[in-house]
């Protein structure tokens, strides 16, 4: 079956980075393109960003363009994304999902709690 797993989150100082990372299993992984969304409490869940299966299309919201970056290891069905100058504003649950606002979203994994705070 379908699995996401993501991990690599936790308590860090603003301006600190973190990166997560996202394994896959169940479905051919280097021919789908993936994403990481966030969901802060109270709010609707957002994409944060998406890439293709070949790593080679990236795109990303607005309030993370800069600080943060999408990439994948298709060897190892492992999705990552590395966040550096966090801010306060970017404490929420990360999840990274099978999809894409092209071909929308399957699956999705547990998610990983990040807080950002002093």
């Known amino acids: 079956q379908v699995q996401l797993v993501e991990s690599g989150g936790g308590l860090v100082q603003p301006g600190g980075s973190l990166r997560l990372s996202c394994v896959a299993s169940g479905f051919a992984f280097s021919f789908s393109d993936m994403s990481w969304f966030r969901q802060a409490p109270e709010k609707e869940r957002e994409l944060v960003a998406e890439i293709s299966g070949s790593g080679g299309l990236v795109s990303y919201a607005d309030s993370v363009k800069g600080r943060f970056t999408i990439s994948r290891e298709n060897a190892n069905n492992t999705l990552y994304l590395q966040m550096s100058s966090l801010k306060p504003e970017d404490t929420a649950v990360y999840f990274c999902?099978?999809?894409?606002?092209?071909?929308?979203?399957?699956?999705w994994g547990q998610g990983t709690q990040v807080t950002v705070s002093s």
């Open positions: 999902t099978k999809g894409s606002r092209r071909h929308g979203y399957m699956y």
